[in-house]
């Protein structure tokens, strides 16, 4: 069991340690530079084609979650006027 911790021990030693030393190309500029185009869209959607789909699944969401309790109530509000009638 010892044998084991330790050997697992020098593994998350090891991937701690190569993780580190690896170097990532600095994106923000090419961002930067497509999020301050004046292009006439909306910032929301200047990520592309994934942003558009998120924007629209949202939409609908909001738009079907807003509408769908709608025939409910509509009855339940009929039915207490006609209880108290």
Avoid: C, W
């Amino acid at each position: 069991m010892l044998r084991n911790l330790l050997a697992l021990r020098q593994i998350a030693k090891r991937t701690i340690s190569t993780a580190s030393r690896r170097q990532f190309e600095n994106k923000v500029p090419e961002k930067q530079k497509l999020f301050q185009e004046d292009n006439g869209m909306p910032v929301h959607l200047k990520g592309g084609i994934a942003d558009a789909l998120l924007y629209r699944a949202t939409m609908i969401l909001t738009v079907g979650g807003s509408l769908s309790p709608k025939p409910e109530v509509l009855i339940a509000s009929h039915t207490v006027t006609q209880d108290d009638a």
